[in-house]
Nanobody, 125 residues
């Protein structure tokens, strides 16, 4: 079975940094796309960043462009989301998601087949 496990969430002051990790296992395809999504209380889930393990291409939401960096450590089957210059509005539960096979990076949640349980990120003022 496919499993996605997020880690690295926590409490940080505004302006600080956090690195989230998504450990993946059970994929039958060696080439997939992994995305990070977030959902704040009372808000819809939104895509944050996505990476294709085929070519390393990435795609970011405008709200995080220049502050967040997504990267893939293929040897460890892990995708990281480095978050810098965090803002209170970045507070949310962050989820990683994976596709069944190759796909260009996308923030469309409907394109993803597998989801992790989420990790809480709280940015204080």
């Amino acid at each position: 079975d496919v499993q996605l496990v997020e880690s690295g969430g926590g409490l940080v002051q505004a302006g600080g940094s956090l690195r989230l990790s998504c450990s993946a296992s059970g994929f039958t395809s060696a080439v997939v796309t992994i995305g990070w999504f977030r959902q704040a209380p009372g808000k819809e889930r939104e895509g944050v960043a996505s990476i294709s393990t085929a070519d390393g291409n990435t795609y970011y939401a405008d709200s995080v462009e220049g502050r967040f960096t997504i990267s893939s450590d293929d040897a460890r089957n892990t995708v990281h989301l480095q978050m810098r210059r965090l803002k209170p509005e970045d507070t949310a539960v962050y989820y990683c998601a994976g596709t069944r096979g190759p796909l260009a990076p996308t923030l469309r949640s409907g394109e993803y087949d597998y989801w992790g349980q989420g990790t809480q990120v709280t940015v204080s003022t």
